[in-house]
């Protein structure tokens, strides 16, 4: 059976690991990139076809994925003369792998079913390490039958593959487990900066609040920093910033009153504010020392 041609745009660390693990699989890949080259220039090398434009790669392809950071660069990838819905052609299915607002989501999508196309929003879990061995976990909404139909695609980039009913709903879980996930880091950052204040071993304060309901993986990771300086949690401030933002506004245009949140994105914003938004979250210990002084 042939093989339906892909089209990627974004070829970022996840996005480049990802292109690698379908071309090991025997898919035929078209790619676009943005400033850094390397990502297409590996495709390339490996037999994959670098596009002119989004709106030519969407031409060229029968799923088109995207693979980019916020929803304002997925819309200028989806829009205007050059972009994926001009090229996009019937039948053919659009997949955002990225964390995006469910509300530009539902646009697109509605805009791509006037085209004749189904567009899919896939936020993803775990890291390009994962990627490269296909064993990302890939949170899909949107039409039923589109799923089905790319799903063999999404089973060579995915160990867990969920479909989660309509669209948008992709999006919006993904935003509420990042929410959840980075509330969690910076109450344990700050746990762990209160400790060091109030001269408490960090390794004494983590066993005991590992022993009852409070243990989780992201704990972990934040304790991993600061207990061993390991870094197992390659995620961004501003990348968490972002993410916990935009669970705010959707939180807005459900018309419902985010409380937690504000506190998260507020930290956050005040790490980017002092120079930190490329550290990584577990580093958010070493930002609580410092700041835990502060008054506002």
């Known amino acids: 059976m042939t093989k339906p041609r892909i089209g990627f745009i974004g070829l970022g660390l996840m996005g480049r690991a990802m292109v690698g693990c379908l071309q090991d699989a025997g898919y035929s890949l078209t790619v676009l990139g943005n400033r850094d080259r390397t990502g297409v220039e590996e495709a390339v090398s490996r037999g994959g076809t670098e596009a002119a ?7 060229a392809s029968d799923i088109v994925m995207l693979c980019v950071s916020t929803s304002a660069q997925v819309e200028g990838r989806i829009y205007g003369d050059d972009g994926v819905l001009a090229g996009v052609r019937e039948g053919a299915v659009v997949i955002d792998f990225g964390t995006s607002l469910p509300g530009s989501t539902q646009k697109i999508a509605a805009d791509m079913a ?22 990302l976990n890939i949170m899909c ?7 089905q139909k790319v799903k063999p695609v999404l089973d060579v980039l995915g160990e867990n593959v969920f479909h989660l009913g309509k669209t948008g709903n992709g999006h919006t879980i993904k935003l509420i487990n990042n929410f959840f996930a980075m509330t969690t880091a910076m109450a344990m950052s700050e746990a762990f900066a209160m400790a060091d204040a109030a001269g408490i ?7 005991v609040m590992a ?12 304790r991993n920093y600061a207990v061993d300086g390991k870094i197992d949690l390659a995620f961004s401030v501003e990348n968490g910033a972002k993410d916990v933002g935009y669970y705010g506004t959707m939180a807005d245009d459900l018309g419902r009153d985010s409380r937690m949140s504000r506190s998260t994105v507020a930290v956050l914003e005040e790490a980017k504010g002092t120079g930190d938004g490329s550290r990584m979250i577990p580093e958010m ?12």
């Open 53 to 59: 434009s989004a709106g030519a790669l969407a031409e």
């Open 114 to 135: 006037a085209k004749g196309a189904i567009y899919l929003d896939a936020p993803l879990g775990r890291t390009p390490a994962h990627a490269k061995e296909g064993k």
């Open 141 to 147: 909404a949107g039409d039923e039958a589109a799923y």
């Open 201 to 207: 071993d960090r390794t004494a304060l983590f066993d």
């Open 211 to 222: 022993a009852g309901p409070n243990r989780s993986g992201m704990m972990e990771f934040i």
């Open 285 to 296: 210990v070493d930002w609580m020392i410092k700041h835990l002084g502060d008054k506002a």
